[in-house]
């Protein structure tokens, strides 16, 4: 060690890039939503900071804990690893959009029964991922929603709660 | 009919709001005109900040203000109602550990702000860090909580007893991790800032913030109405929510300032790792003689951290001599903090291994020696307990679980290609009750609503609170509306030491008694009340009505108020901490945990195929909510036995695995069915008769878990976690 040590991040009197913005057209819970984005906004911050939707969480920012899961084109992704410039054009359904006419999703309900959250933080993603579980046909089985539900991290310990809340759901068939 | 309102498992009744996505968060919060924060944490353990050059970041698009040591405004060294906060930010050039805040760079936008942050280049004369527990170099704190103590004569004791065991245990460092990041959202407007922030404090947080900025505490509020989880992280003020406001107030405008999760390991505190020695002699026939416990736990090279490892050992077991002393290492890491059962989950577990280790130097059963030196008062002071159900926990436990079943010889129990091995643990956890004030308003349409500045971060509090208070009042549930988590309301004590349903309840046992005696003041001279005259000893409530307890008669809250002609009436009550010097001494909750691990007999592969608990927690308030709390412990607990192990460099003092990718928690495919049954009745203590239960599930999993590892393999793992590597 030659007894001094630089933060060497970036090389000294680099310049940061000039912002560039372009704009992104989502269909949201079933809305037409346009804004402009940074091309370095995440789905996942467009989302909460551009259409005030902050029912999905960032946990980690990293994609490693699930909490900011959403629906793209009727398929989970990580919106904290979704540009959202790449995301235009498409079908974006959030935790905000699962009720129907004033009525919670049966998995909402079933979340609320079984007690499957505590503080509650990475519940959207839990609920968002549940509902894609079940109509993927993967909540067969006790050990299938474990294990299919093992990218949702929930540091309260609520699993056996979302397990039986799921198990519930999926074997009454009612979660159109 | 009528069905109790305390007790059973009614849902939360925050849930709704929770699955709708409509519970606003510190990091919802949105103010006009809101800039964002961003944090640069030094690279270096330990010297001194030669330079920090901040003139790109300074310069990039959107940043309105990078702050440093060279021009941040003082502050001063606070403390809070948990004692000094951890030193105040960007205030020297001196860094102590890897991860210190070395600048706030504040922008337009997040995205700005985290590009200019890049931009910020320090420069250090760093000096070799010292970051190990062992490292002869270090400084070494002794009695750091003047809390070394014991009875008899332990040496003595050990040097005559037929049986001994001397062991030395280890648990890693484990950091908290609450799935929501920390978040600060400050603004000032003229003198009065209000800060929605992750607290598991509000009106702690309002005095640290006030102590530290040099304001009245009259000019801050700190709301925390949802956080997302906290396990002790929530506990003090940290130095990013004193940037956050000192941000703003540079700024001129609202700042929200979110962690990252990597600085999530360096700025919200961890749970310390240990080196502990046990000794314990006993007779043959199993009678403990002696009890000597050392534990040894890191701590910070410029903070405090009362983190008592063995404080369960001067109170567990009927030994005759009991010696435990602290001791704590000076390192370059970060402020280390409470994390769900501090000291408890790490001392329990060498403990109660040791115990599992003394059984089987007896050919005793485990389940049988604890219950020959069940503490039938406090060993040490001689104090009765308040209420103490330990046996009938590991009656039920041991029942439940079909201990009975067990084959005592290591490695006798096999399914398929997998060890099967059964182990036990028994544990205490302190008793904790703080001051707490609360407010309780009826109104005329016959409701009431009841606030305190306490906060639920998840535990349920809102809805037991909201329980209590229905029955204190009378009342059904949903006519009973809490408000918590903003300081503003009646002072709270912080959610934490397992301690806010003893303090609460009793603040609003307190603040509903005054109610009705306000109801009773209102009709003391109205000829037009069956109430009148009556003492608030001469009543009861039920369905919204205060009645006489001799006849029968009585009126309702709301007919009261329309006589009266007020719209609603408001009383106030608090309550204090319990002395701890009567000859009956305040006495925390007890659990038995029984473990079946699995272990694949070729590659070592730990699986904990069911725990179940037996608690004696006093009177349970919600069912569901408290089988919640011990099941969310017990998944810690699982984790600290088996996975968590926060990896620092021995070189750098870097956090080396700082992501969710690395620092293994459990996962859900981690957590097989958990089993817990409540036992025993309500503690004399407090007027609700509750113990708290929030901590409870952590300590003893692990020895649990390690004791049938032990069981299954032969193998003796005394370091946490048990990995592969250790049981091949």
Same mark, same amino acid.
């Given at each position: 060690?030659? &007894? ?19 704009? $992104?057209?989502?269909? $949201? ?62 079908? $974006? ?57 093992? &990218? ?16 519930? $759901? ?7 | ?34 800039? /964002? ?30 702050? +440093? /040591?060279?021009?941040? %405004? ?91 065991? !001397? ?152 030994? %005759? ?5 602290? #001791? ?79 084959? =005592? ?67 059904? #549930? ?11 309301? =009646? ?17 609003? /046992? ?65 309550? !204090? ?18 473990? !079946? ?54 070189? +750098? ?76």
């Amino acid at each position: 060690m030659d &007894g001094s040590a630089a933060q060497a991040r970036v090389s000294p009197g680099q310049r940061a890039p000039a912002v560039v913005r372009v704009p $992104v057209s989502l269909r $949201v819970n079933g809305s037409e939503r346009r804004l402009e984005v940074d091309t370095r906004t995440t789905l996942l911050d467009a989302l909460r900071d551009g259409l005030k939707l902050t029912g999905t969480k960032k946990g980690c920012d990293q994609g490693q804990c699930g909490a900011c899961t959403v629906h793209v084109d009727g398929r989970r992704v990580l919106s904290c690893l979704t540009l959202a410039a790449s995301a235009d054009g498409r079908e $974006v359904r959030t935790i905000e959009g699962l009720e129907q006419d004033g009525t919670p999703h049966p998995l909402q309900e079933a979340f609320v029964r079984h007690d499957g959250l505590q503080c509650g933080y990475c519940t959207a993603g839990q609920i968002m991922s549940a509902v894609a579980l079940i109509e993927e046909g993967r909540a067969g089985s006790d050990d299938e929603i474990r294990e299919f539900m093992s &990218g949702n991290l929930c540091r309260c310990g609520a699993y056996p709660n979302i397990v039986a809340a799921i198990r519930e $759901v999926a074997g009454r068939g009612d979660h159109a | 009919m009528d069905r109790p309102v305390v007790g059973e498992g009614i849902d939360r009744v925050d849930a709704r709001v929770k699955v709708s996505g409509r519970a606003t968060y510190p990091t919802d919060a949105d103010l006009p005109g809101l800039a /964002h924060a961003v944090l640069v944490q030094s690279t270096v353990a330990a010297g001194r900040l030669t330079a920090v050059d901040t003139t790109a970041a300074t310069a990039a698009p959107g940043v309105l203000a990078v702050l +440093t /040591h060279e021009n941040a %405004p003082p502050l001063r060294e606070a403390r809070d109602r948990l004692g000094p906060l951890p030193p105040p930010p960007l205030q020297s050039d001196r860094i102590v550990h890897h991860g210190e805040n070395v600048a706030v760079v504040v922008a337009e936008t997040f995205e700005q702000a985290t590009e200019a942050a890049r931009l910020v280049t320090a420069r250090y004369a760093p000096s070799p860090p010292v970051v190990d527990i062992d490292d002869p170099g270090a400084e070494h704190v002794r009695d750091p909580f003047g809390s070394d103590g014991g009875t008899g004569d332990v040496g003595a004791a050990l040097a005559t007893a037929p049986v001994r065991v !001397e062991r030395t245990y280890r648990t890693a460092v484990n950091t908290n991790h609450p799935m929501g990041p920390f978040a600060t959202v400050a603004s000032w407007e003229g003198d009065k800032l209000t800060v929605h922030d992750s607290t598991q404090g509000p009106s702690n947080t309002r005095i640290g913030l006030a102590g530290t900025l040099g304001v009245p505490q009259d000019d801050v509020r700190v709301l925390a109405p949802y956080i997302g989880g906290g396990f002790g992280s929530g506990l003090r003020t940290w130095p990013h929510t004193v940037l956050a406001t000192v941000a703003a107030r540079h700024v001129g405008r609202p700042v929200k300032l979110v962690l990252t999760r990597k600085q999530m390991f360096t700025s919200v505190g961890h749970r310390p790792d240990t080196r502990q020695t046990v000794r314990i002699g006993a007779t043959r026939d199993g009678r403990i003689t002696a009890i000597d416990h050392e534990a040894w736990q890191t701590v910070s090279i410029r903070d405090v951290n009362p983190e008592h490892v063995t404080r369960a050992s001067l109170s567990g077991y009927a030994s %005759p001599n009991i010696s435990a002393r602290d #001791v704590q290492v000076r390192v370059n890491v970060p402020s280390p903090g409470s994390m769900r059962a501090p000291g408890d989950a790490q001392g329990n577990f060498a403990l109660e291994s040791a115990l599992d280790e003394l059984a089987y130097e007896l050919d005793l059963d485990p389940l049988e020696l604890r219950l020959r030196n069940y503490a039938d008062r406090h060993p040490v002071t001689g104090q009765q307990w308040s209420s103490n159900d330990l046996r009938a926990c590991y009656r039920t436990g041991a029942e439940r679980f079909g201990w009975s079943r067990r084959d =005592p010889r290591p490695r006798s129990m096999r399914r398929g290609r997998h060890l099967v091995g059964y182990g036990m643990a028994g544990t205490s956890f302190f008793f904790a009750q703080f001051a707490c004030a609360a407010r309780v308003t009826v109104t005329r349409d016959g409701g009431a609503v009841v606030a305190s500045a306490g906060m639920d971060l998840g535990t349920g509090t809102y809805t037991v609170m909201t329980q209590l208070a229905a029955e204190l009042l009378g009342l059904p #549930v949903r006519r009973v509306r809490m408000v918590m988590g903003d300081s503003s309301l =009646p002072e709270a004590p912080v959610a934490g030491g397992s301690g806010l349903t003893g303090s609460m309840g009793s603040a609003i /046992h307190a603040a509903a008694r005054n109610t009705v005696r306000a109801f009773l003041d209102l009709v003391r001279d109205d000829a037009g009340s069956p109430l009148r005259g009556a003492a608030v000893d001469d009543v009861r409530v039920e369905h919204g009505r205060i009645v006489r307890v001799d006849d029968g008669r009585g009126e309702s809250y709301a007919e009261i108020l329309t006589r009266h002609r007020q719209d609603e009436l408001t009383a106030e009550g608090s309550a !204090e901490a319990p002395s701890e010097d009567e000859p009956v001494v305040p006495t925390g909750p007890y659990a038995a945990k029984f473990a !079946e691990v699995h272990v694949d007999a070729d590659l070592g592969v730990i699986r904990v195929a069911r725990l179940v608990t037996a608690a004696h927690c006093g009177r349970v308030l919600n069912e569901k909510t408290a089988r919640g709390q011990l099941v969310g412990g017990t998944v810690g607990g699982i984790g600290m036995a088996l996975l968590e192990h926060t990896v620092t460099e021995p070189r +750098t003092g870097r956090i080396a695995n700082g992501t969710f990718g690395d620092y293994l928690i459990a996962v859900n495919a981690d957590i097989p069915d958990l089993e817990v049954h409540f036992v025993g009745g309500p503690d004399p203590t407090t007027p609700n008769g509750t113990k708290g239960c929030g901590e409870l599930g952590i300590p003893g999993t692990a020895a649990a878990i390690a004791n049938a590892v032990f069981h299954a393999t032969g193998t003796r793992v005394r370091r946490l976690p048990i990995t592969i590597e250790q049981v091949l």
